[in-house]
């Protein structure tokens, strides 16, 4: 019987080397035994780094992030792939690389597939990469909110400045239990150890009391936090008591704002420039030799701007209403555009990739370093925007 040792099944440690044999014809890996260095990682450590580089909780409700297509487990990732867009070219290179996992900002399946066939371009996608063992990877929005992500790199062209985001991310967890909380004082004609006992037997409910004084009568506090279920319940045996019930506050809780985290960014800058220095910035920083403009009403190239509203990608929703001298992003719908103007805003448009693609270098360094170098990360060559200026 001959066997090959096959690296998709191999866990290597610094005492141990396991292999799975399977009969074929010999195959021997001699750089996969004989190299130390030898680093890759399983899909599933791969998939739990990725999302605590940018958690996707971060991501629009909208959006179809993470994991999209998985080879059947276990899978190995030592090749993982970069790319804005997958498309069937860049599919053909991250073959051509061997690539075991592609990681394509924009998530290359979005609508609902009812069939897996030949006819179309992203079944097509789906099927190449099951077929050659690469699982697909999508991050989008998540990466547009988080500190570390696209827009924040797409700030870094223009200038010394500060930035903040323009709709912030809130926390993914509340600061205390519940989404509700409900205060109401108790007085001495009251049974305090009742009502304080009912309340704490129903679920998801939590208590604490304190004195107060209400014209100029001691009294009890009770405040309880609560689930939405839970508040149902609460509601249901405080209206019974129709003195008690009137005099009930019932608040909603919100989850703490992110102040780094969120979509697109309001930059100020430390000093002035004029829209034309502007604009060769953003020419430099996203490598382009033309950019579309639109001046806002009583604006030309020598007026002053000091605060820029960005987005990469499509930031049409995104901006609308964010004061600022200038409004950067990839694209923006026509009528949008003449809002903008009419309120004396100028806009520069870039086309939607173009401001979102050069942040992959940053991303190749900064994954390079959170996977602590267990994978070799390649960026596509092919990948480009489908429009150009002729």
């Known amino acids: 019987m001959r066997y090959s040792v096959l690296p998709d099944f191999c866990m290597l440690s610094s005492h141990i080397r396991l292999v799975r044999l399977v009969p074929t014809t010999v195959r021997l890996v001699h750089s996969l035994i004989h190299n130390p260095s030898c680093s890759f990682m399983d899909l599933k450590a791969v998939i739990s780094s990725l999302n605590d580089f940018a958690s996707l909780s971060f991501a ?59 006819k179309t371009w992203k079944e097509r996608l789906v099927i190449r990469a099951l077929e050659n063992r690469i699982a697909i990877y999508s991050p989008h929005t998540a990466y547009d909110a988080a500190p570390q992500g696209v827009n924040n790199w797409l700030a ?25 909380r409900v205060e109401f ?7 305090l150890d009742k009502i304080i006992s009912t309340v704490k037997a129903i679920s998801d409910v939590s208590v604490t009391s304190f004195s107060a004084r209400t014209d100029d009568e001691e009294q009890t506090r ?14 249901a045996f405080l209206s019974q008591n129709r003195q008690l019930y009137q005099k009930t506050e019932i608040l909603s809780l919100e989850k703490p704002l992110l102040l780094h985290t969120g979509m697109g960014r309001l930059c100020t800058l430390d000093e002035s420039v004029s829209l034309a220095t502007m604009i060769k910035r ?17 604006r030309t190239l020598e007026s002053q701007v000091k605060v820029v509203a960005l987005c990469a990608g499509s930031g ?10 200038l ?14 103007v009419s309120q004396g805003v100028s806009v520069i448009l870039c086309e939607h990739s ?23 990360i390649i960026l596509s060559e092919t990948d480009r925007d489908p429009l150009q200026v002729v």
Not at 156 to 173: D, E, M
Not at 354 to 376: I, P, Q, Y
């Open 222 to 235: 009770i405040s309880l936090n609560c689930s939405q279920q839970a508040l149902m319940q609460v509601v």
């Open 327 to 340: 409004y950067l992003t990839g694209e923006m719908s026509h009528h949008d555009i003449l809002d903008a």
């Open 282 to 298: 953003i020419k430099t920083h996203l490598k382009l030799s033309h950019v579309r403009l639109a001046l806002g009403v009583g």
């Open 185 to 191: 004082n108790i007085d001495h004609t009251q049974d």
């Open 156 to 180: 870094k062209g223009l200038g010394v400045c500060t930035s903040r985001p323009i709709h912030f991310s809130k926390a993914l967890n509340y600061p205390t239990e519940g989404t509700h």
């Open 354 to 376: 173009n401001t979102e693609r050069g942040f992959l270098s940053d991303l190749r360094d900064m994954l390079s370093a959170h996977l602590e170098n267990k994978v070799n």
């Open 60 to 118: 629009e409700s909208w959006d179809n992030v993470g994991l999209l297509v998985e080879p059947s487990p276990p899978h190995i990732v030592n090749t993982l792939f970069l790319t804005n867009d997958l498309t069937e070219e860049v599919m053909e290179e991250a073959l051509q690389k061997k690539a075991d996992f592609i990681l394509s900002y924009h998530p290359p399946i979005f609508r609902p597939m009812k069939r897996i066939t030949w």
């Open 316 to 325: 049409s929703s995104v901006l609308q209403g964010a004061e600022a001298d």
